[in-house]
C-alpha cells in the first residue's frame, strides 16, 4: 500500500493569532533581519507553531531539545523562523540526523536535533554582544537495527 503524505496546514485565525510565527514577517533589506507584521499569515504548519509552544512553556533558563525537518532550519523562506528562535532562547547546538533514522516510523525526511536554553532578553543581548558559541554536528550512522532495536557493537574501549 502507497502511502499518501499530506502536509498539514493550521488556517484557523483564532489560532494563528496566538502566535508570532502565526503572522507574516518582513525582511529589513537594510539589516537583514526579518520583523513581525501586523497581518496573519494565511495558514501556518504546526512543527512551526510548535517550536514557539515548547519555548512559551519554558521557565527563564529551561532547555529544550526538538527534532525538526532540516528545511525549517535552511529554507531561505523560513529565516523569520530561525530570527524569532534567537529572539527567544540560546541556541546551545544542531546535531544532523542521518536519512533512516525515523524510518521505522514510516518517515524518511532529513532531519536536526535543535537544542535551546530560554533566556530573558536581558541575557540574550548580552550572549549575542559575546558572539557565544554553537556545538554543531553531523550523526554520520546509526549505530542500531532499526527493526530489531538490538545495538550493533562498533568499538570496545581499550582495544
Not at 76 to 104: C, D, N, W
Not at 130 to 148: Q, R
Request: aromatic residues 8%; glycine residues 6%.
Amino acid at each position: 500500500m502507497e502511502k499518501i503524505r499530506v502536509r498539514i496546514w493550521v488556517t484557523d485565525k483564532r489560532i494563528l493569532k496566538q502566535f508570532e510565527l502565526g503572522y507574516k514577517w518582513k525582511q529589513d533589506k537594510n539589516t537583514g533581519n526579518w520583523i513581525k507584521t501586523d497581518e496573519l499569515q494565511n495558514g501556518q504548519v504546526p512543527d512551526i507553531m510548535f517550536i514557539e509552544r515548547c519555548l512559551q512553556l519554558l521557565k527563564d533558563g529551561g532547555r529544550m531539545a526538538i527534532v525538526l525537518p532540516d528545511g525549517n532550519l535552511n529554507n531561505s523562506s523560513l529565516g523569520y523562523v530561525r530570527e524569532f528562535i534567537q529572539q527567544k532562547a540560546r541556541i546551545l547546538a544542531v546535531v544532523s540526523i542521518p536519512v533512516g533514522t525515523f524510518m521505522h516510523a514510516g518517515v524518511n525526511p532529513k532531519t536536526s536535533v535543535l537544542f535551546l536554553q530560554k533566556l530573558n532578553e536581558k541575557e540574550l543581548n548580552k550572549l549575542k554582544k559575546e558572539n557565544y558559541p554553537i556545538f554543531m554536528a553531523v550523526v554520520k550512522k546509526i549505530i542500531y537495527d532499526l527493526n530489531s532495536k538490538i545495538p550493533k557493537v562498533m568499538f570496545k574501549q581499550d582495544e
